[in-house]
């Protein structure tokens, strides 16, 4: 009896209440720097803290092209080369405006900064600041994301 309750419970009720991740694409912005690579991290613009541009995917966009329009919209990242392929992921849950929470998988795409702007988008709602992998690491609150930058 104890196990028909678990498979119910696991193969049926469960599936019903646990929400699917949507997804994100984000872009972690580097440029050589001595003794190895700088990352560009941003600001939120609902809790000031340090995070990469992010944002949902787009309508005629690949995932990494998506991610690079955020590098440019969020950071002023106005050219940079990009892989397709994701360098990895992270997990978190977003808070909105109703309290709620939304369950997020985010891909990061590695995007080298060839040419940036100080007049994009969002400039007025966001700081900027290039730091080292172990550092961005430090800064950012996402476990995940955290890992990934320092295995950058």
């Not at 992010?54 to 892989?83: D, I, Y």
């Not at 929470?101 to 900027?128: H, Q």
């Amino acid at each position: 009896m104890q196990q028909s309750l678990r498979k119910f419970w696991s193969q049926t009720l469960l599936p019903m209440l646990v929400r699917p991740r949507r997804l994100q694409v984000a872009a972690l912005c580097w440029r050589p720097a001595a003794g190895g690579r700088e990352v560009l991290l941003i600001t939120s613009r609902d809790t000031g803290r340090w995070v990469l541009p992010k944002g949902w995917p787009m309508v005629g966009k690949t995932s990494a092209e998506s991610a690079a329009q955020e590098a440019w919209e969020e950071a002023g990242v106005l050219k940079g080369r990009f892989e397709d392929v994701p360098l990895g992921q992270y997990h978190y849950d977003k808070r909105l405006d109703n309290g709620a929470l939304e369950p997020l998988e985010t891909l990061v795409y590695g995007v080298e900064v060839l040419e940036m702007r100080d007049d994009f988008p969002e400039a007025r709602e966001r700081s900027r600041n290039w730091v080292s992998p172990a550092e961005a690491a430090r800064l950012v609150d996402e476990p995940q994301l955290s890992a990934l930058l320092g295995r950058f």
